[in-house]
């Protein structure tokens, strides 16, 4: 073997400073110019090193070459590399050849596939090795295999793959801002939310505030100081301005990272957008609320009542119509019940017992009740049944109305044809009716 590669090695290594074969390198830099004691330590050094001449045959190589490359067993020495390996691509092949032309390669990064069929992600360094009198002797190859740093590097960028997308999905990004610099950096999502140019950015915190909302700039920058000192969370919700103009409802929740003092050093958090879910909130709020002055005006309450689990569910207008302000609106429907008289009570119970037999797809009930401040009203209720399996009831949905003015109408209205009749039998008169179409004529019982 020739001398001269031993100096390659130790120069090589020595340029490795502070890299795993560090320890190796100072180690060579205090060892006697012996070749063999060289080739002895070249066989049990910790790197992946093996030394070739012109030929490609293998002159030396470390134990680690024969455990990474999978020749744990084979004697290599004196054996050509292509022998060893050979389904080598032409590419892999011209770097031997370039090395051996005096060029020394280092590659940051290539995808290995040895005997086995197994992956590795391997850094290689080619170096010339010449010989006395200064003729190129062949080549020594550094290798180090990356598969595991690979692997978590794939790990890593998957994840961040995955935080990308759940961030378009959900509509969101995450930020950071550095107290002490007064930077603000954002993700890719949050870029593509409030339609910044950049992927990733980064900026100071005025340019960052310029994209709240002026009418909400002066409230959010004062709960943003009172969360930094500990008063409130960090939880606000803002108008923020895109680029285009559009305006979005955001919510922001962030934690503070402080220092031993307690003082704000940094501040991450994340961005969701709630355009959507405000808008959504502010129509229903506005159909509750015309829906609410509709029962008032009409006097009609809705309900639902589940017969299985005993429980009716009312809205506030149920509640006030049996003046019972101020309970829950959903309750037990046995202690619901307990709030009218005995023969209300008796009626409702009736009307449930037979719809949860079946023998009522219909809740039509008309009764008279008195209230608890001594109040006697007229409810008229309707509602449909709702079954499950096998016809079984699952709920009752339905409405009920204060029918007391049309009840009192229908009393007088009785009560007036009844003092008319009264009068015309006192009176000996009676009335008749000429229906001029029909060319008929009706009398009462006086005529």
């Not at 939880?235 to 409802?249: A, C, N, Y």
């Not at 096998?390 to 009752?396: E, F, V, Y």
Request: with cysteine; net charge negative.
């Amino acid at each position: 073997m020739a001398w001269a590669a031993w100096a390659v090695v130790r120069q090589r290594l020595a340029l490795r400073q502070g890299r795993r074969m560090s320890a190796d390198a100072r180690l060579f830099q205090a060892m006697p110019a012996s070749p063999e004691l060289w080739q002895l330590f070249l066989r049990h050094m910790s790197a992946c090193v093996a030394v070739l001449d012109r030929d490609m045959r293998y002159l030396a190589v470390s134990e680690r070459w024969y455990e990474d490359l999978e020749l744990t067993g084979r004697d290599v020495i004196g054996r050509s590399h292509y022998e060893i390996f050979p389904d080598l691509d032409e590419t892999r092949r011209d770097r031997h050849r370039r090395c051996l032309a005096g060029e020394t390669i280092s590659l940051g990064s290539d995808d290995y596939v040895l005997p086995s069929g197994a992956r590795l992600t391997v850094k290689w360094e080619y170096v010339p090795w010449r010989d006395a009198q200064g003729e190129i002797g062949g080549m020594i190859m550094f290798s180090e295999v990356m598969t595991r740093q690979r692997m978590l590097e794939e790990l890593v960028e998957a994840e961040a793959d995955r935080l990308h997308r759940a961030e378009i999905v959900s509509r969101s990004g995450a930020w950071e801002w550095d107290i002490a610099t007064n930077v603000v950096t954002w993700s890719e999502g949050l870029s593509i939310l409030l339609g910044l140019e950049d992927e990733r950015a980064a900026g100071d915190r005025p340019s960052w505030t310029r994209l709240v909302h002026p009418y909400d700039r002066d409230a959010v920058m004062a709960q943003v100081g009172r969360a930094l000192t500990g008063e409130i969370p960090y939880d606000i919700e803002m108008r923020m301005l895109r680029e285009d103009g559009t305006v979005l409802d955001v919510r922001v929740i962030a934690e503070i990272t402080r220092d031993a003092e307690g003082n704000p050093v940094s501040v991450i958090g994340a961005m969701q957008d709630v355009t959507e879910l405000r808008r959504k909130e502010r129509e229903l709020s506005t159909v509750h609320r015309r829906y609410r002055l509709a029962s008032e005006v009409s006097g009609t309450a809705a309900w639902e009542i589940y017969p299985r689990e005993r429980r009716i569910l009312g809205d506030e207008n149920l509640e006030r119509l049996i003046g019972r302000t101020g309970h829950p609106s959903t309750e037990d429907l046995d202690e619901w019940l307990l709030a009218f008289p005995p023969d209300t009570r008796k009626k409702l119970h009736r009307m449930l017992d037979e719809i949860s037999s079946g023998n009522r797809s219909i809740y039509d009930l008309t009764l008279r009740t008195r209230l608890p401040d001594g109040r006697t009203i007229w409810l008229s209720s309707y509602g449909k049944v709702l079954g499950g399996e096998k016809g079984a009831p699952l709920r009752i949905v339905g409405t009920t109305r204060d029918v007391t003015e049309l009840k009192l109408a229908e009393t007088a209205l009785q009560n007036s044809e009844r003092n008319l009749l009264v009068a015309q039998q006192i009176a000996q008169v009676g009335s008749w009716e000429w229906d001029v179409g029909s060319e008929t004529l009706s009398c009462s019982p006086e005529m």
